[in-house]
Structures are given as structure tokens and as C-alpha cells.
């Protein structure tokens, strides 16, 4: 259980992790607009635009990975199995985050349907 409570809190911060970049790519744009950044980030373009993009998509994975792990928590099923799913969605968050940046599409969209699949696998093997 202690792996899925480390893996819940590592997925937690990733899109706060994600907004480095975000942030170095708007410094890059003539230095961070503190007073209006969500108008500067709708700017970004290339690279920045796609680091916005995966900063973005870190919050929307949350949304399924977190009840994933709390209910394998609360009904204990907390095995092996369980843990290396939680392991390697997050792994391929942050290979995602990546190859989003890195503008790789198709190879990120393979990542991205990993990683969700592990959250989606992790619900299932909670169901008696």
C-alpha cells in the first residue's frame, strides 16, 4: 500500500511539476506575465503551446488515476499487480509529458493510452 500512497502523491504534484516548462517557455516570450499568465500561455506557440497542452493533460490524468488508487486503497486490493500499474502510470505521465513537448504524437498518444489503461485496470481489479 505504501507504493500506491507514494504514487498518488507523485502524480499529484506532476502537473505542477509540468508547469516548468510552461513557465520557462513564457520567460522566453519577453519574461513571465505575472499579472495576466493564462493570457500569455493562450500566446504560446510550438514547444510552449505543447508544454501548456501536457501541463493541462497532468490534471485531467489525476481525475482518474487518484480515484483508481483510493479505491484499490479502501477495498484493499493493494497487490503487486496493483502497485506496478500505479508505478507505470506514472512513468507514462511523465514519458507523456515528454513526448508532448518533444513533439512526438503518435508515440505520446501510444503513452497516454498506457497510462490510462493502468488507472482503468487498477478499477476493475477492485470490482468483488
Not at 43 to 71: K, W
Request: some cysteine; hydrophobic content about 55%.
Amino acid at each position: 500500500m505504501t507504493t500506491l500512497i507514494y504514487c498518488l502523491i507523485i502524480a499529484t504534484f506532476l502537473p505542477f511539476i509540468a508547469k516548468a516548462p510552461v513557465a520557462y517557455f513564457m520567460q522566453q516570450q519577453g519574461g513571465y506575465n505575472n499579472k495576466n499568465p493564462r493570457k500569455q500561455q493562450a500566446e504560446l506557440t510550438g514547444a510552449g503551446a505543447r508544454a501548456l497542452a501536457g501541463h493541462q493533460n497532468a490534471f485531467e490524468s489525476l481525475i482518474i488515476f487518484a480515484p483508481a488508487v483510493l479505491l484499490a486503497i479502501a477495498t484493499q486490493t493493494t497487490g503487486e499487480l496493483v502497485q506496478q500499474l500505479a508505478i507505470a502510470h506514472v512513468i507514462a505521465r511523465v514519458v507523456y509529458h515528454i513526448l508532448y513537448i518533444a513533439n512526438i504524437s503518435t508515440l505520446r498518444s501510444i503513452v497516454w493510452i498506457a497510462g490510462i489503461s493502468c488507472s482503468i485496470a487498477i478499477m476493475f481489479m477492485c470490482l468483488p
